[in-house]
């Protein structure tokens, strides 16, 4: 399609890194080719952009070597799982679809229709999505795997700072002199932001860098301070942290009495967190702790970074509300190089929030919620007033037991992969099963959750549409398409808006083309923090990246790249508010039969489920397989030795790996990666052992920590049942239950 250039966005991580992509073939070039000696589209840094200056990491760099494998060209139908798909033409696919949403609305009712939509959708995409399930359908089920992932955080920024929106921008990275990364591998999972980063600290000796995980990753490695927590430990030190500022008097008194609420019972909590509690909690030593809390108290700029390890977790909102207490105890906010900063996972959970695209937010960061909030969005759409439901919709984990339940009857699945990617695999795939209708629309084929299925429909992906993204920092790359989408592939959001037209609703969905689209979805952000409504696809094409928030007549020269720098907060009081939460720990905490903490995550040059990086050949050796890391001590006592099979147990499943002993591990504590699902590994899911348990608050599931034992096998084969071993006998709990350590008031 295109001939010459194409500036773009990476579509994988949330860094958001400018792309150049140029066709295979140019006047006086030599064609450019992949491993196979196939013509490939060329990919190189886009040095004008913003966030990224022309620097890409692996998987961007590779992209294009997985445009046209296996990928899904036709839609294709079958009335059972247990029959083969047969290809079908749009015209039949559309009919079905929409007669089983008329079939579910009469005998279900609206909420008996779910859409689990991505981070890896377009704005366009989510926008039209939720005009047609919360508006058209009126019903909220409509969530996105940003469950999984920043769910957290959306919540935590709500319930601290008003609103959600990373208040933070990149450039903070180099501005900083005090990083406190918590929770997240940046170096593997952001390594663009990262070396912005690094090299930064690397210039400036003064500037501390502190990197808490259990894990001792690439990350870790350039540290000051490494804090080797015990997982599920993360309030603990933050209120350990925050005593200790306390103690010495390091409060900004005045950013806390003119600038938030809810001190007082802050204070009433931090002071159960003494550091010789907090140290032995956290399996750290007391002058570690008190050097984390030396560097906060004398940077003039602190700036935190978290991701998964904070926001995955039983008590995710807990913990992001716990790091921004940080913040705001020490005004460390609303100025440059300093403040909370969620890593966004995908290349556009962003464009997702904005677009309002969970089950509990409206468009222009809304919230179901509000009153106001739904009448606003029904005067928008034109539609009727009380059309959109009060309630929050389902959350992705509720749509799988609503499907046990039987309260779903139809399921449209759009780029996520659930079939690897749900907490408790077994009991996810036997939920999907059980299913009596899915639509499942992917840009790939097989993925795992084609398996379960009645209908696949195939999706334009990166490169083949035009839409929006906004990276972490705000900013909005558009991302045109420059080549001709396989077959007969169409954009996500053409498909719902179709859909839309043929449910009777054409006067929703006028739009002739994605442009027209993200002019309609800007208006709905007007006044609102994440206000936008001075982009357009030409302005963005015009003037290249831009950051949020951008009112109409927004002079570029004049964007303010940090939010809250009057330290006026959208509240009702304009105050930031503190959370006082106790740490509660783990879920499922180890016992004597589950003595192992399994935490999971992600490798460098892999992305999620493999459906792309799992077809690339210099990634696949990079990553051939997966593994289990275990700590030397722990791999002593159950006569673990390097590359031996080990079989990983929970409650809920098992999975195999070979051991990889390694010091990067803390005691107790094993790792696996996530990527490998049932097509690229027998026996390999790291999901095969997860559990469901949820914050409260944000939903999100503890996707990071479960109890799991292990068995080393014997090299010809498997156990049998008989063979389990009370793992009590050979190895000591790393963990000592709570009521052991201290009492709680
Ligand atoms: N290479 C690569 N990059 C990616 C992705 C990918 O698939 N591959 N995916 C993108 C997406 S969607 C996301 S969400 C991000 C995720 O980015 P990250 O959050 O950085 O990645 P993870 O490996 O999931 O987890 C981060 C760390 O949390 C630690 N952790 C586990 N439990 C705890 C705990 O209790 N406390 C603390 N403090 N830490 C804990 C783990 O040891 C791990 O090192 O990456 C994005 N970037
Ligand atoms: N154990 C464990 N589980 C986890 C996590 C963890 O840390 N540990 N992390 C969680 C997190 S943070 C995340 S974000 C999820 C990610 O999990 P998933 O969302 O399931 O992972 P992906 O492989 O990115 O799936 C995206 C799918 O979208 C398709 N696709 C790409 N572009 C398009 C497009 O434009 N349109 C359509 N329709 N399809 C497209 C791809 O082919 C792919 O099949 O995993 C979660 N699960
Ligand atoms: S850091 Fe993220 S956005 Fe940048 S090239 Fe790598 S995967 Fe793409
Ligand atoms: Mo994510």
Known sequence: MSTQPTKTLCPYCGVGCGLEVSPPAQPGKATHRDSEGKPMWKVQGDRTHPSSQGMVCVKGATIAESLDKDRLKYPMIRASLDEPFRRATWEEAFTLIVDRIKTVQSTLGSDGICMYGSGQFQTEDYYIAQKLMKGCLGTNNFDANSRLCMSSAVAGYIQSLGSDGPPTCYDDLEQTDCAFLIGTNAAECH???FNRLRKYHKKNKNVKLIVVDPRRTTTAEAADLYLGIRPGTDIDLLNGIAYLLMEWGHLNSVFIDECTSGFPQYAEVIRHYPPQIVAERCGIRIDELETAARYWSESQRVLSLWSMGMNQSSEGTAKVRSLINLHLM???????????????????????????????????????????????????????????????????WDMITGLETGIVGLLWVAATNPAVSMPDIERTKAALRRSPFTVYQDAYYPTETAAYAHVLLPAAQWGEKTGAMTNSERVVTLCPAFREPPGQAKPDWEIFAEVGCRLGFAEQFPFENSAQVYAEFVQITRDRVCDMTGLSHERLAEQGPTQWPYPEGQPIAQINKRLY???????????????????????????????????????????????????????????????????????????????????????????????????????????????????????????????????????QPELKACAVQLIPLPEDGTLSETETIEQSDSIAIAFAPRSAIATRS
């Open 191 to 193: 390594p663009i932001a």
């Open 330 to 396: 020490t005004a460390q906010i609303g100025k440059p190089g300093a403040g909370p900063f969620s890593l966004t996972g995908q290349p556009n959970a962003m464009g997702g929030r904005e677009a309002g695209g969970l089950a509990n937010l409206l468009p222009g960061y809304r919230l179901v919620k509000n009153p106001e909030h739904r009448r606003d969005i029904e005067q928008f759409w034109g539609l009727p007033e009380g059309r959109i439901a009060p309630e929050v919709g389902l959350t992705a």
């Open 565 to 699: 720098t009057d330290w006026r907060f959208p509240t009702p009081d304009g105050r930031a508010r503190f959370g006082a939460h106790h740490a509660k720990g783990l879920a499922e905490p180890p016992d004597p039969n589950y003595p192992f903490v399994l935490t999971t995550g992600r490798l460098y040059g892999h992305w999620h489920t493999l459906t792309r990086t799992g077809r690339i050949d210099k990634i696949v050796k990079m990553h051939p397989n997966p593994f289990i890391e275990i700590h030397p001590r722990d791999a002593k006592k159950l006569d673990i030795v390097e590359g031996m099979r080990i079989e990983v147990r929970s409650r809920r499943g098992m999975a195999r790996f070979p051991a990889k002993v390694t010091q990067a591990i803390a005691p107790g504590t094993v790792f696996v990666p996530m990527h490998w699902g049932e097509l690229w590994g027998d026996k390999t899911e790291a999901n095969a052992l997860t559990h469901p348990e949820a914050c409260p608050s944000s939903l």
